[in-house]
């Protein structure tokens, strides 16, 4: 743990390499590389969850603690093997999966092209934004209070932060840390700005003085043909990518200025929080002294307040390999819905407050992962190769899909799921917004809508449009309250189950409040067979099989590691 500060508070945190965000990965399609992550934390577990990209061809290295690896233990480290495959160029980011360490473990990741020539769209300067949240309770009393009874909840983010700055206070101000973050650009020039939403609660809007030109190029590291737009809007766990045209050096000298503030907001919260970026055109080799600037006193631009029609049906996918597998509701072999709705576990409700365990449910059931250095409990991925176990697929099927003896959604090789989210308004009759990821690999995102999911209706929108593949897409309120008890709302994705995903993948809320509340789900796509008969079996990965295992080295210990990918593969 080591101290952060920002907007005028300090908090224990964890930090990478020193610093929240940590410092930005660079890799490459078709390339591997290694990273080593020290867990130097004195009495809690970490991992590192690579957001967005696909860990199926190395198991036990998707940074799920107790789905997919055991976490690494205090005073450990573990070597994670990547290799982007072609056709990921994109943006990503990485994140602790521990409790609530993502609020400050977190950073950008971008997979790039081998070649500056494969890019689908040209553009000159790459600008990276990574949003982020500030909280100004520890990890520590945070979860507690989620897990208390009675429940106390976190309260609002006292900051949004971009690139780690609040966009608070004036230049002049001597924290550099709530100055707001500047981007500089070249007049005449189009620039590509990769917006990361690293927030553990907040979805931002952001609108650009002057600047309503923007073309959506990227969803959540999926290249999509171009859409505009005329602003920003991303949740926790998205990432988009905008082309702008810069304004010319005649537009700027008729303007009589060459600074636009970012405005940005939170949205779907109970007050508003917010910021201000700045986009500088440097017209000259020297940039122009921003001391004196202040911060304005009214805000330049409107930032609107609906969010649950960003870019809903909008997107299509550039691939056309996307669009060549995209599944047709006729090659649907079942459709799973989850109902996510807040219930009070112990304590009682009364006068419209919850007072006891609560706790966020899909269908009735949460899932959480245990701390400090607990083993309660046996990774998924680890009991199926260790003793062969599988979930119970028959039960599965009459029980809504849920197979209660392993407290996981079970999938063939071969099936096509439709997986329908619910927004439930449970014992309050109260909504919220869920930005739901799925680890592994993309789905179709079939779009989302209020009331009850139409397969029939819905798939008409797909005669001639065939939806982007995303990884994480937002279950959407329609109102705040409602009668309890009562669906309002949905989000529907489809996935085609292949011997290339099979695994142990965990789908949740990526707001980090609700998934240590328990919002998360378990999928297992092929059973034990499968899984055993596509990776090394024993004793090539005896050191993944336990907690603090071969696989994991510290001071004393090299570590144990299988290599998932060989160099022939290096593309």
């Known amino acids: 743990m080591e101290p952060l500060g920002i907007a005028g508070a300090t908090r224990d945190s964890v930090l990478i390499n020193g610093t929240s965000p940590g410092p930005m990965i660079h890799l490459t399609e078709g390339r591997r590389s290694w990273i080593r992550v020290y867990n130097n934390l004195s009495d ?22 107790l789905v997919a690896q055991w976490p690494i233990p205090p005073g450990s480290f573990f070597d994670y093997e990547i290799k982007p495959q072609v056709g990921d160029a994109g943006t990503y980011f990485y994140h602790s999966h521990v409790g609530f360490q993502q609020v400050s473990a977190y950073g950008a990741i971008i997979v790039r092209h081998k070649s500056i020539r494969q890019r689908p769209f040209p553009y000159g300067k790459d600008i990276t934004l990574t949003l982020g949240n500030y909280f100004a309770q520890t ?14 909840w976190t309260g609002e983010a006292k900051a949004i932060t971009v690139n780690g700055k609040s966009g608070t206070q004036s230049f002049s101000n001597s924290s550099t840390c709530t100055h707001p973050h500047v981007i500089d650009v070249e007049p005449g020039r189009r620039f590509r700005l990769r917006v990361i939403g690293a927030c553990a609660m907040t979805t931002v809007k952001m609108v650009i003085e002057g600047h309503s030109n923007l073309t959506v190029i990227e969803a959540d590291g999926q290249y999509t043909q171009p859409t505009t737009i ?9 990432r988009f990518s905008y082309t702008i045209e810069g304004k010319t050096l005649e537009e700027l000298v008729k303007l009589g200025k060459t600074e636009f503030w970012i405005r940005y907001e939170s949205r779907d919260r109970p007050s508003v929080t917010s910021g201000y970026a700045l986009l500088r055109y440097r017209c000259g080799r020297d940039a122009a002294d921003l001391s004196a600037l202040t911060l304005p006193t009214v805000s330049p631009v409107t930032v609107g307040n609906q969010t649950n029609n960003y870019l809903e049906y909008a997107l299509q996918p550039l691939s056309e390999s996307s669009k060549k597998h995209f599944p047709k509701l006729s090659e649907v072999t079942r459709t799973v819905y989850l109902s996510m709705q807040q219930v009070a576990s112990m304590g009682v409700f009364s006068n419209g407050t919850l007072n006891g365990f609560v706790s966020w449910q899909g269908n009735g059931h949460s899932w959480g992962d245990p701390e400090p250095k607990s083993q309660r409990g046996v990774p998924y991925l680890v009991d199926m190769y260790t003793n062969n176990i599988s979930p119970d697929y028959d039960l599965a099927l009459a029980n809504a899909g849920f197979d209660p003896s392993t407290q996981t959604y079970p999938a063939k090789v071969g099936e096509v799921l439709d997986i329908v989210w619910l927004n439930d308004g449970g014992i309050k009759g109260g909504y919220d917004t869920h930005p739901m990821h799925m680890h592994g690999q993309h ?6 809508g209020n009331g009850t999911y139409d397969p029939v209706e819905n798939e008409k929108r797909f005669t001639d449009f065939t939806p982007s593949k995303r990884d994480t897409t937002v279950l959407y309120r329609y109102g705040l309250t409602g009668v309890p008890y009562t669906v309002a709302g949905w989000r529907a994705w489809r996935i085609r189950i292949t011997e290339q995903n099979i695994g142990a993948w965990m789908a949740h809320c990526h707001i980090a409040q609700h998934a240590v509340m328990g919002m998360n789900t378990v999928f297992i796509f092929g059973n034990a067979q499968d899984m055993r008969s596509k990776f090394p079996l024993p004793p090539y990965i005896t050191g993944y099989l336990q907690y603090g295992g071969d696989a994991y080295g510290n001071k004393t210990i090299d570590p144990v590691v299988n290599h998932w990918f060989t160099d022939s593969e290096d593309d």
């Open 230 to 238: 005329d602003h920003i809007q991303v949740a926790p766990g998205q």
């Open 44 to 65: 809690r577990n970490f991992t590192i969850h690579w957001h967005g990209l696909s860990q199926r061809a190395a198991p036990f290295s998707d940074g799920t603690p």
């Open 139 to 152: 990890d520590s009393v945070v979860e507690a209070g989620l897990l208390a009874s009675p429940f106390v």
């Open 443 to 448: 789905y179709y995102d079939l779009g989302s």
